[in-house]
C-alpha cells in the first residue's frame, strides 16, 4: 500500500496507484470517487452543497457538486487518465437532522446525491456503485490499485462498493 491522501471537508484530491485516497465524517456531505482502470488514476472529492450558482460566495470549487465533479475530472485527465474509462462511486448523503415542518434544510444530503449523479451524467461518466442516504455518517477510502471504494460506519461493518 503507499501513501493515505487526506481529502478534507470541502476539498478534492487526486491518487495514483498505489495510494489511498480517504474522507472522514461524510454526514450530509457526498464523497465522489472517480477512478480509471486503465490508468490507475483515481480522485476524491468531498462535496457538502449541490449547486455553487446558489451562493454568492462560492470561490471554494471543491464545496460544490456542479463544480467539484468537474474539477476532479480535469486534474484526473492531466495526470493522464482516460476521460472515457472513468467510473464513478459515491458514498454519503445521509439525512442527519430530522427537521419537523418540511424544512429544506434537512434534504440537503438527498439533493447533493441527486446533484452528484445529474453531473456524472452530463460528464458522460458512468456512476457504477452508491451507498447514499439512511441517517448516519461514514468515513470512505478509495484504493488506487484496484478501485475498491471502502466505506466505514460506527456499528457496521466496513462495506465495498
Request: hydrophobic residues 40%; proline residues 3%; charged residues 20%.
Amino acid at each position: 500500500m503507499g501513501k493515505v491522501i487526506k481529502v478534507g471537508m470541502a476539498d478534492l484530491k487526486t491518487a495514483r496507484d498505489p495510494d489511498v485516497l480517504t474522507t472522514l465524517g461524510l454526514g450530509s456531505c457526498i464523497g465522489i470517487a472517480l477512478y480509471d482502470p486503465t490508468t490507475k488514476i483515481g480522485g476524491l472529492a468531498h462535496i457538502m452543497l449541490p449547486d455553487s450558482t446558489a451562493i454568492k460566495n462560492n470561490s471554494n470549487i471543491a464545496k460544490f457538486a456542479d463544480t467539484g465533479i468537474v474539477e476532479l475530472l480535469n486534474q484526473m485527465v492531466k495526470l493522464g487518465a482516460r476521460k472515457s474509462s472513468i467510473v464513478a462511486k459515491i458514498a454519503g448523503g445521509a439525512k442527519m437532522f430530522e427537521m419537523s415542518g418540511g424544512s429544506t434544510i434537512g434534504g440537503v444530503g438527498e439533493r447533493n446525491a441527486e446533484a452528484s449523479k445529474a453531473t456524472l451524467k452530463k460528464l458522460g461518466i458512468r456512476l457504477i456503485a452508491q451507498d447514499t442516504g439512511l441517517n448516519y455518517g461514514r468515513t470512505v477510502e478509495l484504493y488506487c490499485e484496484n478501485g475498491k471504494f471502502l466505506i466505514k460506519a460506527v456499528g457496521k461493518p466496513p462495506k465495498e462498493i
